[in-house]
Every structure is written in structure tokens, then in C-alpha cells.
């Protein structure tokens, strides 16, 4: 089945540094890719997608490149703020015709950043 | 235009229990899906809801069900329940069958079972 795998956590960083979470996937056809993000006491929001291979989402400073080659969705940010603190989740999901609507995700990593 | 709601936001329970939860979804989605987060498992997919039926389940015990109404609102129960069940259960709405599956989450239900 389906499964996707996140670099360990947490991550911890200072203000201004560069930020990446390694992402990894399985999957038998051809998912998109997503990157959820949790802050605390709060649901989970998309970050970012990509919907096919070599596509790269970005939104808010952060990007990720969808790469088949290597089962691949690498969560970057060139300079995280203290308010990027938050739980970072991959997940995957197959055409919707086959699977509907549903999400696998990764374990998730607590990135934690400090002024 | 307003998010996905759930309610009630926290619960206690006490073991042998049943619990109903709600989730309203975003006017105009009419695809529900409810997801349980626990510090060891992490996040799991229950079950899907489109048009009133179960379009997709997860790998969870008869314990836990759901439905959906006519509004789209839908609800689900854990019945019997185990200390295990304590978790985050996040629900997401979505327009079923649409592009790149882009799902949007409620706050979530904190359930506590002692």
C-alpha cells in the first residue's frame, strides 16, 4: 500500500537559517503531494502541492519539487522565522477516481525555531 | 465563506462509553472525511462520506462509524470505547472527486478516555 516517509524530528534552528524536511513516498500509480502544516491546539492546513512529476509548489517562502525519479517531495525554506514553529506533515494521495478523497501522511516533524 | 467546524472541541469519556462527534463542512463541499491523530500512530484515515454514503474505509474496528446528511454535515461514533481512543480526531472537507484531492481541515474534537 501506499506509505510515505518523513526525515526524524524534531528539528530545532535559528531564526534565518535554511530549513529542509526530507520526504519520501510509495505508491503505486501516480499521487499528488502535499505538505500540511499544524500549529498548536489547531488543525492541519495545506502548505503546499504538486500534482505532477517535476511540478514544484510554493506558498509563503517555503517549496518543495515533486521528483519521480527519486520517490521525492523535500519540504525548503531559504530563512524560517520563529513563527514557522509548527508540525510539518508529507502526504500523498492517489487519483481521486481510485482512492476518493483519502490522505496518507508522514509521521511529521516538529520544527522548532528559535530567535 | 466560513471553515470546517467540529464540535464538541473536547471530551471526557470514561471507558465502555460511546461518543458522537459533529463536523460541518465548507458550503458547497459535500465530501467529508475524518482522520484520527495520536502521538503514536500518527494520522490515520477513518472513512469518507460522500452523498449520505461511505465512499472509502480505513483499517479501523467496527467500533468506529459514521454517516452523513443531507446537508452534508456528518458525524461519527465510537462506541465501547478504550483507553486507546484517546486522540485528535480531525475532520476534512473537500469537493469529492476534484482536482488534486485539496482537503481542508476543522480544528478537531480532543477526546480523552480514562
Known amino acids: 500500500g501506499d506509505s510515505v516517509t518523513q526525515m526524524e524530528g524534531p528539528v530545532t534552528l535559528s531564526e534565518e537559517a535554511f530549513l529542509t524536511i526530507n520526504c519520501t513516498y510509495t505508491?503505486?500509480?501516480?499521487?499528488?503531494l502535499f505538505w500540511y502544516v499544524q500549529y498548536p491546539g489547531e488543525g492541519l492546513q495545506l502548505l503546499l502541492k504538486?500534482?505532477?512529476?517535476?511540478d514544484k509548489g510554493s506558498n509563503k517562502g517555503f517549496e518543495a519539487t515533486y521528483r519521480k525519479e527519486t520517490t521525492s517531495f523535500h519540504l525548503e525554506k531559504g530563512s524560517v522565522q520563529v513563527s514557522d514553529s509548527a508540525v510539518y506533515f508529507c502526504?500523498?494521495?492517489?487519483?481521486?477516481?481510485?482512492?476518493?478523497?483519502?490522505?496518507?501522511f508522514g509521521e511529521g516533524t516538529q520544527l522548532t525555531v528559535n530567535p | 465563506k466560513a471553515g470546517v467546524t467540529q464540535t464538541p472541541r473536547y471530551l471526557i469519556k470514561t471507558r465502555g462509553q460511546q461518543v458522537t462527534l459533529s463536523c460541518s463542512p465548507i458550503?458547497?463541499?459535500?465530501?467529508v472525511s475524518w482522520y484520527q491523530q495520536t502521538p503514536g500512530q500518527g494520522l490515520q484515515f477513518l472513512f469518507e462520506y460522500f452523498s449520505e454514503t461511505q465512499r472509502n474505509k480505513g483499517n479501523f474496528p467496527g467500533r468506529f462509524s459514521g454517516r452523513q446528511f443531507s446537508n452534508s454535515r456528518s458525524e461519527m461514533n465510537v462506541s465501547t470505547l478504550e483507553l486507546g481512543d484517546s486522540a485528535l480526531y480531525l475532520c476534512?472537507?473537500?469537493?469529492?472527486?476534484?482536482?488534486?484531492?485539496?482537503?481542508?481541515f476543522g480544528p478537531g474534537t480532543r477526546l480523552t478516555v480514562l
Open positions: 502526504a500523498l494521495s492517489d487519483p481521486p477516481r481510485t482512492s476518493g478523497s483519502r490522505l496518507t
Open positions: 458550503s458547497g463541499h459535500r465530501s
Open positions: 505508491a503505486t500509480g501516480y499521487p499528488s
Open positions: 476534512a472537507s473537500s469537493l469529492f472527486l476534484a482536482p488534486y484531492n485539496e482537503q481542508f
Open positions: 504538486a500534482t505532477k512529476a517535476d
